[in-house]
């Protein structure tokens, strides 16, 4: 029963300081054991909770290194095992829960049913299932089966797998004899998140009723096009689709061609959480590893998505398949999670030195990893709804009130892929409320929104390096591979003096500056690194840039240097006029592109960088001192078709202080994970063109025009939005009791909405000559509102050809 295995603990926990101990003991488990057995090879025990509970009896936790060998099979769990202070190991006594070598071992929060079935109608067939069951997840041969949803599940639509305007319509509605227990999605009106309700009946006029739509911090309507519905008795029409009459005691299935029923394996998942390491500062639970289990079938919990997270514009359910909280020094490692319904890992509040390595997420319904701690740790803390904090009551002192967050955790060398099934503001590595975090060596991709989010500048730290992010942001819009926010306590509050220094404000979260370095970024609908909202205190260098260039939106500090941009360039949103920021020794091939920016000098320092495109690129934004010493020409790239973007020797861009930087040490190294992971498709090199001129209007003796580009994204709106630019507004330009300013936005006239000058134009047009006309107006700061004609102004009136 006991051999030395101090390799294995050496190999996952790392070194020990401490003296080894003399013995080790080590338990095995089978699928055809007995938790009333020993535990020995021959009388194996036969669960991981009996496992656990083996441990605790031998009086040796903590005193000596013990060891759960688990063989081969899979381990359905009737209930969440919880992991107490009592179960902890230390540096020099671990406990490993692991897989036999070589042996597939699954933890299931499953369960396998035995059905027995019927034909029904129409290729449809009936089985009863037990009156109190609940199912969530449904899997025929291992592979998930859809719900009865409209639109039917359409794998080459990106958005929800197939989207309908008239989804949960009343006139669809109408077909539905009983709706109750169904559920309706849709993405938020500006694609940054997703929406969900439980219907709950129908009202006396047909409609729905519901309730949800809490699972996001920016309560905007939902998308008008981007919706489905699901769990509905009348949309069972499609092949792999299902439904589960909880009042007959009936699951109603649509087989797939070709599958034989009657020998098919059949599970559903029942539990949200499948492991829980529940501990407190004063009693963490220590030194506990689990190292080659696969971790599948957990529910899915959209409906509990409910906590803001601070400023940001998340919600979020505060669990996963796998739940730390109140642990130090413990790790997964080389471990499956998938098929999960929700979140696979959550670190939540007090954790320290928590390891995620060496593991494979795929296939969950929201988020990979996520690193979250407690709101009261916050200084000055709201959430995005909550009104602006008094300037005199803001709190001056710098870091968190209380130690109730992770810190030093690592997420190495993991393959994650294939999230966001069900919930779409998710991340495969999220940030929030947490400090110096670790992402290394990661291979992210094929999610609906960021790779990986910093959910707020609390507390900094944190250190990016030598990932793999893209296919990203395929689902939302307005985000990047790399996506970050920073509105802690420096950018809104009320009654703030001129004469504060925001630049100091916003070191007393950011504490300690964030490093994104070494890594491969690739966002095709949005920005490569996207440093959103207030985000500072960054450093990013020897980043390869693919396709949407690097953002930067007001905040401070944030440096970049000796990064190859392809096909892209910086795009600089919104500054304040000292933002300290630096952008220099950089390769990009094509101009900036500014939105809402001030006119006077930008940043600290923009120069020295190296152009490919042209002299017009470089020299575009001198009077904003920028590029004065940058330089324009060949790079001479070693091989950019194949993803090498190193300068040859005698390359003019080493000039200006650019140096090579590996391009092979991207994502994952573990040989068998780097085998399983894709890399992202390197673009061709092109000419960048800045965005297309827009058309200039006069009106009103002022100049109006359509936004463009990056300017939506300034404004916080979405391009299917639009909104129109006021570039210049004479000073005699009163309007009623209020003024048209330059760098206003208009966005609806007479109460409908204006997309573009065009659409202002036939507002204007059809509004009644003698009758007041309102417009809405967003504005820089707090002001705009309500813009009211006494009578029908002119027509913006177009350039002469």
Known sequence: MRKPVLIIFLMIFGSITDAAPSRQTTFYVAPDGSDRNPGTTERPLASLAGARDALRETGLLGRESLEVIFRAGVYELPETVVFTAADSGTPAAPVLYRSERGAEVVISGGQRLELQWQPLEKGIVAAKVPADLVMDQFYLNGRLQHMARYPNYDPETAIFGGYAADAFSTERAAQWTDPAGGYLHALHQKRWASYHYLIKGKNPDGSLRSEGGWQTNRKDPMHARYRFVENIREELDARGEWFHDRKAGQLLFYPPKDVDLENATVSMARLRCLVELRGSQDKPVRNIGFSGLTFRHATRTFMDTNEPIQ????????????????????????CNLEQLGGNAVFVSNYNRRVKIQTCRIQGCGASGVAFLGNPAAVRSSRTKEERDIDHADLDRLPGPLTDDYPIECTVEDCLITDLGRVEKQVAGVEISMARRITVRNCSIYNVPRAGIDIGTGRWGGHLIEGCDVFDTVLETGDHGSFNSWGRDRFLEFEGRPDDVDLSELSLLDNMEPTVIRNSRWRCDHGWDIDLDDGSSNYHIYKNLLLNGGLKFRQGFRRYAWNNVIVNDALHPHVWFANSLDVFKHNIVMGPYRPARMREEKWGLELDYNFFTSSEADRSAYLAHGADEHSVVGDAKFMNPAKGDFRVAEDSPALAIGFKNFPMD????????????ARTPDIPRLRNVLSDPEAIVYDWLGGKIRDLQGGEYSAWGISSEAGGILVLYAPGWMAIGQANLQKGDLIYSCGGAQVKNVEDL??????APSDQPLTLSVRREGRGGGKIVFPERPPVPRAPER
């Open 311 to 334: 400023r940001s514009d998340w919600a979020i359910y505060r669990g996963g398949a796998l739940f730390f909280e109140g642990t130090e020094d413990c790790i997964l490692d080389r």
């Open 761 to 766: 134009s036939h507002c204007i047009q059809a």
């Open 665 to 676: 040490q991207f994502g994952v190294r573990d040989p068998k994970l780097r085998s399983m």
